[in-house]
């Protein structure tokens, strides 16, 4: 037996597969990290299943295709996932041995899993930009859940542009938007107050007779 034939040799072998592979699927990597992942498991294939048995071939090139549409059609990673899953079969039952099998079955996991520290020094790929949010929103990173622009419009004076029936169009310093009253039927050309924010949801109410909706 060589040493590649070995649970140990046999695990370092599909270790680095797997983490080529989950590379490939994660980051541009250019197709190298493919190709290193497909010619290592070429490489077991031989190893452990010299007669070429057609169902170990199967399940791992079924395996793999599953992988490849994900990341060029699909990409929300279900397929990716149960293509892995077929993969690790297809790579331990044909080593006829529990104690090999269980080395390199914990090794094409860990391979998996270092795959994803790719994404810490390369390029990851477009669909994880759509399907990963990149940071924390918050307020001292210069988000909030409420567009700052409209939480500072809370206690500023207009007027309304068209009537609001309870939705229309305010004027607020020069600026339009789409405002709300609390259910009551506005005129145009009322002077206004806002009164808060939801979002981009605002909420006026119509200041009394004798307030100018115009802020000197």
Known sequence: MTFFESGLGSGLIVFLAGMFLVTEFLVKSRGLAGIAGLGLLVFYSMLHNPEMN?????????????????????????????????????????????????????????????GFLSLKVLPRRDMWDRMVLKSTLTREGGYSSINSKYRDLVGKKGVTVTDLRPTGTIEIEGEYYSGVSNGVWVKKDTPLQVISVDGTRILIEPLEEGESGNPE
């Open 54 to 114: 057609l169902w170990m071939i199967g399940i791992l090139l079924i395996g793999l295709a599953m992988l490849v549409l994900d990341g060029k059609f699909i990409q929300d990673g279900t397929l990716a996932a149960i293509g892995l899953v077929l993969m690790l079969i297809g790579l331990v039952i044909p080593t006829g041995d529990w104690m090999v099998g269980t080395v390199v079955g914990g090794m094409w996991i860990l391979g998996i899993l270092c």
